[in-house]
């Protein structure tokens, strides 16, 4: 697999968790 | 990024082990010395070795390439250039991995765990980043379509939506792509190697295009 591919992944990944976090520190707000 | 104590102890390995790279001497040896542990598997033979376990064809290996299961699954290869050597997180969940894990055998003697037929087809074609569906990737599709009994094409469908989702650009159109690659099965199932072909080269290029445009943002390239 190109490692140009997979240091996406990673950077995808990074992001996804960052994106989790944050959401579980302030919760899913729903009306 | 902390790496999960079997993928060090692996790379580990390849940095020592003698067998030739992409050798299936060395895929025995990794299979039996790491993969597999007692009636389960910690991971999958994954890439060219892992076509020709399920199609039967005997084909040429420039590497080894695994999926390793672990809270995060990573990919790993025992390429040496910097183009092609990786090591990373894969970005689709353990219980969805574990579950398209098939069993099959290798050269008709070892047994080993391989993704399923549809997962192996999405990562062939999301893991060409030339600029061209190369050749050598044509052929080896139409290995994994051969394996294709009785395919059921709804289910197909929701699986590639499932991985393309997952391991595309967010802004990427996964449900057009994904009917392109359910023609090209179709077409190689109806002997339309043509078409199949053309199918084939139009899912690359609109995965392709968008995965550059990802990298010239994340300054990738």
Redesign the interface.
Known sequence: ?????????????KK?NAKNKSQKKFGNKKK | ?KLPKLVSEIKKFFLQDNNIIGSYERVVKINNRFLKKKENFNGMIA?SWAIEAVSGHKIEHDDI?LIIFSD?CF?I?DAIT??????????LPIHYLKEKAVKTNLRGELEVYVPDLTLQYC?KI??Q?EKEFPEKAVVQSVDLFSAYKNPNYKEIKNEIIFILKR?TPADFNVKNVAKDMIFAIKSYKLKDFESMKVYLKKAHRKINDS?HK??KE?R??
Do not use: S, T
Not at chain 1, 1 to 13: N, Q, V
Not at chain 2, 82 to 91: D, R, S
């Open positions: 697999m190109p490692g140009k591919l997979i240091k996406y992944w990673e950077e995808k990944h996804n | 990024m890439g390439d995060l990919y290869d910097n183009e092609e050597h990786c090591c990373n997180v894969i970005p990562l999301i893991g980043l391991c995965l990802k990298f994340l990738l390239e």
